[in-house]
């Protein structure tokens, strides 16, 4: 079965600084990898997805996330943070086909000092 | 931009009464999912259904939940007899069908479940 895993439970940041959240993923075929977003009091809002293609994929608001298929891993990225970032940020990943469920990690915390 | 709407958006329960959470999905698609978040933990899968059947489930789903598409439009979450550990956050999503580049999950803003 997949499993998600962020080591990274929280993160502190002050404005500007350079962003990036760990995301390992268990899983021995072809998989589908995702970052949702989850700005406090709100629902899930997806960042950004990868399914095939270029490894590094771009994203809503800045973010990118890298697919390092030999590390089983998708680590998300974005060069200055700003406030507005503080939010929870979930990595997910799902298999199989298209349709099957996701697999979210345990999020990551993301704080950001203005 | 469509959406996936879910009412109501906070409800409250006496343990051992039946909720139902409703969601509208977005009109063309043709997968739907129930995901429950408890507060300060990760989302959950609970349940996939296609077809007018469950496609799959998560052992958290037992038979205190069942789902249904009563029409063309809605699709419902039931809990029978609820729990205090049922209190979370439940997520509607849903997707359309095919491989296509913009294919991804559509999630609603969520219903706050909380059991007394």
């Known amino acids: 079965a997949q499993s998600v895993s962020q080591h990274n439970h929280h993160v502190i940041l002050s404005e500007a600084a350079s962003l990036e959240l760990g995301c390992n993923y268990s899983y021995g075929g072809t998989v589908n990898l995702f970052w949702y977003v989850q700005y406090p009091g709100q629902h899930l809002q997806l960042l950004l997805k990868y399914f095939s293609g270029d490894p590094l994929v771009k994203g809503i608001k800045g973010f990118e996330a890298e697919f390092i298929k030999s590390k089983f891993s998708f680590n998300l990225r974005k060069p200055s943070v700003q406030w507005s970032d503080t939010a929870e940020y979930f990595c997910?990943?799902?298999?199989?086909?298209?349709?099957?469920?996701?697999?979210f990690g345990s999020g990551t915390r993301l704080s950001i000092r203005p | 931009e469509p959406e996936v709407t879910q009412t109501p958006s906070h409800q409250v329960t006496q343990m051992g009464q039946e909720v139902i959470l409703r969601c509208v999905p977005i009109s063309n698609h043709l997968y739907f999912y129930w995901y429950r978040q408890i507060l300060g933990q990760k989302v959950e899968f609970l349940v996939s259904f296609y077809n007018n059947e469950i496609s799959e489930k998560s052992e958290i789903f037992d038979d205190q939940f069942s789902v249904e598409r009563p029409d063309g439009s809605n699709f419902t979450l039931k809990i029978r007899s609820t729990k205090l550990e049922d209190s979370a956050m439940y997520f509607c999503a849903s997707i359309g069908q095919g491989d296509r580049p913009d294919y991804g999950y559509t999630f609603g803003s969520g219903t706050r479940l909380t059991v007394v």
């Open positions: 997910a990943v799902n298999a199989e086909s298209s349709a099957s469920k996701i697999i």
